[in-house]
């Protein structure tokens, strides 16, 4: 019998694979077998991951330089890469993100426009690119990386908070729209997972703070393995009854 | 170097205080809206408006608004 959890038949386009949570699920999602189009705007640490990645099944993965800042472009060079490779995009997970960490009395919307282009517009253009058929014609599943901080609150990040929520939102309509299409979306709700990208907010913060931080977490802080996991799930043959959800993996943070 | 913006912005949006209400010796912790969030927008306003990066621990570090005035004076010189 076929392990439910394999990805060996699949091709899978990840962004933000170049650090950090990203990075890991890349590692992880090779390790199951899947072929990998990794995306982001630094050639250098791409091929840097992609050194990493565990070749032994020949999957041939892909590297493609490409800033995510040009949303309005997104459909189209999806459509050329699919050509140029001649591959079938079996999934997407749009793991690239940015948190800036900003008290609403002095928080800029120049700074939360930022957040909103990559962590959502970005993942929607990827969205609709997956849903053109010359992208994917036998279905597929996509996958965004969210936050908990999109289902509970904080204070200091509303910008962050308000791109997370968002998405976990148009989960459930774009899951609706393309069921018939034999696409699956969903979202992944990590909590704290110690990454380059929270190091801003580490440096912000009193040791105090940090400690008192942790202690909210019933298991602890997590790690960047515990959100490959759950991306190998809903991109596989397991999750194939799994769509319009947002799942919330946090060391049980969220359920006090 | 120009402080008294850094001292308005600060009135009003971080510690949101009628302008003019601060002095050097004010102390911090008496102000009713100097709380965790006040500190990270201190940071903010301090890197915006003179590109200094300022550390959570030495904002939490001082009593008075004249050490914090201090601070960034500090940073400006490179010391």
């Given amino acids: 019998m076929q392990d439910p959890f394999s990805l060996s038949d699949k091709t899978i ?87 800036t960490t900003s008290p609403i009395r002095t928080m800029k919307i120049s700074e939360i426009e930022k957040m909103m282009s990559l962590n959502l517009y970005s993942g929607l253009a990827l969205l609709k690119g997956l849903s053109n058929k010359k992208v994917n014609s036998s279905g597929g599943s996509f996958v965004f990386i969210s936050s908990i901080m999109g289902v509970v609150g904080q204070p200091g990040i509303v910008g ?53 931080t942790e202690n909210q977490y019933p298991l602890g802080f997590g790690t960047p393995t515990d959100v490959a996991y759950a991306a190998v799930y809903l991109l596989s043959e397991a999750a194939r009854w799994v769509t319009g959800t947002s799942m919330v993996i946090d060391g049980g943070y969220s359920c006090q | 170097m120009d402080f008294k913006n850094f001292v308005r912005e600060f009135e009003e949006n971080v510690v949101m205080v009628a302008e003019g209400t601060l002095e050097m010796s004010t102390v911090l912790e008496n102000l009713e809206d100097w709380d965790s969030l006040a500190v990270v927008s201190t940071m903010a306003i301090a890197d915006n408006m003179f590109g200094v990066q300022l550390d959570g621990e030495e904002i939490v570090s001082c009593t008075t608004f004249g050490e914090l005035i201090d601070k960034v004076k500090n940073q400006l010189s490179g010391a």
């Fill in chain 1, 160 to 212: 962050y908070s308000a791109s997370k929520g968002a998405i976990n939102s148009a989960v459930k309509s774009s899951a609706l729209e393309l069921a018939r299409h034999g696409i699956r979306v969903n979202s992944i709700c990590p909590g704290f997972i110690p990454t380059k990208m929270m190091d801003q907010w580490s440096k912000l913060v009193t040791l105090e703070k940090r400690k008192e």
């Fill in chain 1, 13 to 99: 386009l990840l962004t933000g694979a170049s650090s950090g949570i990203g990075k890991q699920i890349a590692e992880t999602l090779s390790k199951q077998g899947a072929r990998l189009i990794l995306v982001g705007r630094h050639q250098d640490t791409l091929d840097e991951t992609k050194g990493y990645l565990n070749v032994n099944l020949n999957q041939n993965h892909i590297v493609e330089n490409f800033d995510l800042e040009h949303v309005d472009e997104i459909p189209g060079w999806m459509k050329e890469i699919v050509s140029k490779h001649n591959v079938n995009i079996d999934g997407i997970v749009h793991s690239a993100g940015i948190q």
